[in-house]
Each structure stands twice: as C-alpha cells, then as structure tokens.
Nanobody
C-alpha cells in the first residue's frame, strides 16, 4: 500500500504564508500526478493545484498568483507554497496522488489521499 503524509498546516494571519509538504511512501514504482485539494466546513472538496510527472501544473482560479505547487520526484514529495493567504483559504488541505505500484509481475495504478492538514487564516 501507499501512504501520503501531509505537514505544514497551522494558523496564520491574513497576508501571511505557509508551506505544505506531502511525502508518499510504501509500494511505489512511480508517481504520476500529485495534487492538493481543500475542503472548508460545509463545502465540497475542491482542487487547489496539481502537478504532473512532467511538471506541468494547473491551479484553481482563486489561488493563481498566490500559490505555487512543486515536487521533488527523488523524495516522492509535493509542496504547496501559499502566499498572501486570505481568510477564505481556511480549510483542511488534502494531498492526492496517482501512484503506480508493484503487483507481482505487474504494475497497477491507484489514487491515494492523505489524512489532511488544517490551514486557518485569521483576519
């Protein structure tokens, strides 16, 4: 199996910055797309940003110009640098990854989620 572990959440004032990290471990042959999603109370989970294995990225309109996603392939890690944070960025942030694993003589690809990390932005 594969585990995703996030870190870096916390409480910050509006206009501040945080950097989230997510490390993947376990049965990993390769990691394809990695991304960050968030879910605020009473709202659906939404995409924040994602990065493909070729490093192409896409962002939610609400975070463009403020957030930057990056990855370290050698460390199986994805980062989310969040600048100019706003109260509306308050949510639980989840890491997500498409991981190809060993399965006997074969490979199989599954989608995994981390447990989430709380980000709270005070006004």
């Amino acid at each position: 199996q594969v585990q995703l572990v996030e870190s870096g959440g916390g409480l910050v004032q509006a206009g501040g910055s945080l950097r989230l990290s997510c490390v993947a471990s376990g049965n990993i042959f390769s990691i394809n797309t990695m991304g960050w999603y968030r879910q605020a109370p009473g709202k659906q989970r939404e995409l924040v940003a994602r990065i493909a294995s070729g490093s192409s990225t896409n962002y939610a309109d609400s975070v463009k110009g403020r957030f930057t996603i990056s990855r370290d392939i050698a460390k199986n890690t994805v980062y989310l640098q969040m600048n100019s944070l706003k109260p509306e960025d308050t949510a639980v942030y989840y890491c997500n990854a498409d991981v190809t694993s060993y399965s006997g003589p074969r490979r199989e690809t599954n989608n995994y989620w981390g447990q989430g990390t709380q980000v709270t932005v005070s006004s």
